[in-house]
């Protein structure tokens, strides 16, 4: 039989496998909802093209089979349109809050929609119904995580993933960016510096 012991350390050992795991998600999303070059993108962009081209609101499963796009899961592909309709506010929006970083395009199309679903300035006039949610999705068994109240500080490593993201969004090479940074820590010191003495 094993003992407590092992079995805690084999436990902890698991946790840091998960959280390695889940940040490698979160870099790995991230650089992709950046990317024009992403699978999602462009198979966003194909079905924008086809709608245009065909003329319609949604592509039936024959259109699916017309452009040989059929074997794909319906939901990547809704998320897919959905990420290349959005694509500038949705890159805006993650540059506005660089700590919000998601392990899936679902769960950031549920935060991104969730952030900026419509407020209701009066709910005086608000009119109760009473609806019927059988046809409703349920969300048994997903871990919606809802965003901290309380942010954490971002690391090193955070950071420096952000400016990579910017450099490589704004075409700036390392090297540029490592001169001007290395510029930028100069006038830091030189005003600690100055402060100092005076």
Same mark, same amino acid.
């Given at each position: ?57 949604i ?19 809704s ?41 209701q ?8 119904q +009473? ?7 349920s %969300?048994?068994?997903?871990?919606? =995580? !809802? $965003?901290?109240? *309380?942010?954490? #500080?971002?690391?090193a490593?955070? +950071? ?6 910017a450099? %490589?969004?704004?075409g700036?090479? =390392? !090297? $540029?960016?490592? *001169?001007?940074? #290395?510029?930028?820590?100069?006038? +830091?010191?030189?005003?600690i ?6």
């Amino acid at each position: 039989m094993t003992n407590i012991s092992t079995l805690q350390s084999i436990g902890s050992n698991l946790t840091k496998t998960y959280h390695k795991e889940q940040k490698s998600l979160r870099t790995k999303t991230t650089k992709m909802v950046f990317s024009t070059e992403s699978f999602e993108y462009q198979l966003g962009s194909l079905q924008s093209q086809i709608l245009t081209i065909e003329n319609v609101k949604i592509i039936s499963k024959a259109l699916a089979l017309k452009y040989g796009i059929n074997s794909i899961d319906k939901r990547r592909k809704s998320e897919a349109l959905w990420l290349f309709s959005n694509h500038s506010n949705i890159v805006t929006w993650l540059r506005q809050n660089p700590k919000k970083r998601f392990t899936s395009l679902s769960a950031l199309q549920k935060a991104y929609n969730f952030a900026n679903k419509p407020k209701q300035e009066d709910t005086s006039e608000e009119i109760l119904q +009473i609806e019927d949610k059988s046809s409703e999705q349920s %969300d048994v068994g997903q871990s919606a =995580k !809802e $965003e901290p109240k *309380v942010q954490k #500080k971002l690391t090193a490593s955070d +950071i420096a993933f952000e400016a990579v993201l910017a450099l %490589d969004t704004n075409g700036i090479s =390392k !090297e $540029e960016f490592l *001169v001007a940074l #290395k510029e930028q820590l100069e006038l +830091i010191e030189e005003n600690i510096q100055l402060d100092e003495v005076a």
